[in-house]
């Protein structure tokens, strides 16, 4: 039988047509189905870089309240393990749960004091257990620290005795100077990584990869079990790293911030990571008051064996064998395989977005609730001191007064107190059961109400001082505001004025309400003696900073009261001059 020449012309060129069209399809699926896992990967890291980001927000933030707190000095005066700073100190390793060690050394290196946490305890560890840590390269490090900066070490594993402690603990160190006047020593926490790096691997983690961690010298500090962890710890291992295993992936992984690197070996996906990026925002420092060694560096990365890319392209291969039957059958079945992939890359994308949003707001609310835990500590030991105050000072009266008219004055005083004293106690147990549960609790409150309640708590140093509070709340006086809150903020601006009254005249205190660009505001105005601006006008609202030496205080009032305007979205502004008293503005988040 002859072949019609005119079928030949026409069967050829088109079957010659369909192969080139059926090999370009299938390496366009090949690069499709290699470009989605590079994508997926790369999302994957994404979603860990949050995760550590969130991580470091609150192991930081944990050490800088610590490190900022009395509970230091007070251990180095007094190393007593039976004393409330010891307590405080266990307590708060108890509550953490992921410092490994709690230490105070000295300016030489020395151990002070040490906790261990062990078996979901707190162990305090003897004094002749103790060691000298003289010769551990954080210590050489640690004295470069300046007043209010925290130095984070790199990543390696502990060392007890000189030697490796096994089983193996990966740990972080945070360290800060301790100082009253001058350096004291160190506070050490040692943050213990092993869970960590196992909740690491799994988060947003593809099943067809595996997680890798490195240092920047190649290091594993995390890796598939094929490849050791930790090596430059070993010197009998120090040329276990990544450029002896894929040299040429990791020559391209040094030359490249981020990207994928594809050979024989398998596919690597990777992002360097800069320690001081991922501090940034972070509340509790700014990035220049970390000391980061380069050391710090460090590459997350995803690895595909190559025998599990060639298994997922092998699949595909029966799909080519069969689109060579027929034209139809090939354009039905890539038009299918094309919107299928397409659909997974829009799905993957919407799951990453949808993580994203949640991983976001996870770190929202644990920031949050740190600064609002904070808050509520610090609330307790400032807020019940004005009340105290008046009922030591009433029972000073009650026992010098020999009338009995006199008495009964000051027992009624001793009264209004007791009960104001009592209902603030019940306030704030409630106020802890909220932030052990949900966010702080806003309320509609009313300033009238508000002042009166304050006007008990401080109105025998009122008498005392023979000062006057007038208030003008014609503008508002309903806000929806946390009660403790703003008990608090009056409190502390009612109780500064009475304080730092300029001497020889009563204070004078004037507390209005009025709306400024659109949103609620207060102000509290007083007579007393002021602060002069131009010395001290960027000190006013920090921690511990005190403007009048003759009187008592801590420096704590003004920093509070900011941090929780500040918290709720509000702000808190000074105008003052020395001598002729100060005026305090409160602008809450409240438009009209």
């Not at 690069?31 to 790369?42: A, E, F, P």
């Not at 610590?66 to 005066?77: A, E």
């Not at 139809?328 to 829009?346: C, G």
């Not at 105008?575 to 409160?586: H, N, Q």
Request: with cysteine; hydrophobic share 40%.
């Amino acid at each position: 039988m002859r072949v019609n020449p005119r079928f030949l012309w026409l069967f050829v060129p088109f079957c010659g047509f369909l192969v080139i069209l059926i090999l370009l399809g299938y390496q366009y699926h090949v690069d499709t189905l290699y470009q989605r896992l590079v994508n997926r990967n790369t999302c994957s890291l994404e979603a860990k870089k949050i995760f550590l980001q969130v991580f470091l927000s609150s192991a930081v933030s944990d050490i800088f309240y610590i490190g900022n707190s009395d509970i230091p000095t007070r251990l180095i005066k007094r190393p007593d393990s039976n004393s409330a700073a010891y307590r405080d100190l266990t307590l708060f390793s108890e509550a953490a749960r992921r410092y490994d060690q709690l230490r105070i050394l000295d300016t030489t290196g020395l151990e002070f004091i040490r906790i261990n946490y062990e078996n979901e305890r707190a162990i305090i560890i003897p004094k002749e257990e103790l060691q000298d840590k003289a010769h551990r390269f954080y210590m050489q490090d640690a004295p470069e620290l300046d007043s209010g900066e925290m130095y984070i070490s790199p990543i390696d594993l502990n060392v007890e005795y000189k030697q490796v402690e096994y089983p193996h603990k990966p740990v972080i160190r945070l360290i800060m100077e301790i100082e009253d006047g001058q350096s004291k020593g160190y506070l050490v926490g040692n943050i213990l990584l092993k869970k960590f790096f196992k909740d690491l691997a799994v988060v947003d983690s593809i099943s067809a990869t595996s997680f890798m961690l490195l240092n920047g010298n190649g290091y594993w500090l995390k890796s598939p079990e094929t490849y050791p962890s930790f090596a430059f710890m070993f010197e009998d291992k120090q040329e276990e790293n990544m450029g002896r295993y894929f040299p040429e992936a990791w020559g391209y992984i040094q030359a490249n911030e981020k990207g994928a690197f594809y050979d024989e070996k398998g596919l690597f996906v990777f992002e360097k990571v800069n320690f001081i990026d991922l501090l940034e925002d972070i509340p509790a420092l700014a990035p220049n008051e970390y000391l980061v060694r380069d050391e710090n560096n460090f590459i997350l990365a995803t690895y595909t064996d190559p025998e599990i890319l060639r298994g997922v392209i092998q699949q595909d291969r029966s799909i080519l064998y069969t689109v060579l039957l027929g034209i139809i059958l090939i354009t039905a079945l890539l038009a299918w395989v094309r919107a299928r992939a397409v659909h997974k890359d829009v799905l993957a994308k919407q799951r990453l977005k949808e993580k994203k949003i949640k991983l976001q707001k996870l770190v929202n609310q644990l920031s949050s609730r740190n600064l609002q835990l904070k808050e509520f500590n610090r609330i307790v030991s400032h807020n019940l001191r004005s009340p105290v105050n008046n009922l030591n000072l009433l029972l000073d009266l009650f026992q010098q007064s020999d009338e009995e008219n006199e008495k009964e004055l000051t027992m009624k005083n001793l009264v209004a107190v007791s009960g104001s004293l009592q209902r603030l106690v019940v306030d704030l147990g409630e106020t802890l059961n909220v932030l052990d549960g949900d966010d702080l609790r806003s309320e509609d409150c009313s300033l009238t109400k508000t002042l009166e309640k304050i006007k008990n708590l401080v109105n025998v140093e009122v008498e005392r001082t023979r000062g006057v509070i007038h208030s003008d709340f014609s503008a508002w006086d309903l806000i929806h505001y946390p009660a403790l809150y703003l008990e608090s903020l009056l409190l502390n601006l009612i109780t500064n004025a009475i304080k730092y009254r300029s001497p020889g005249r009563p204070p004078i205190i004037h507390i209005t309400s009025f709306y400024k660009n659109g949103y609620k505001a207060l102000s509290v105005a007083d007579n007393g003696s002021g602060i002069d601006l131009e010395i001290h006008g960027h000190d006013v609202f920090k921690l511990h900073k005190r403007f009048h030496p003759n009187k008592p205080g801590k420096g704590i009032g003004l920093f509070m009261t900011k941090s929780q305007t500040e918290s709720l979205g509000g702000s808190l502004e000074v105008a003052s001059e020395k001598g002729k008293g100060s005026v305090f503005t409160v602008i809450f988040d409240d438009p009209l």
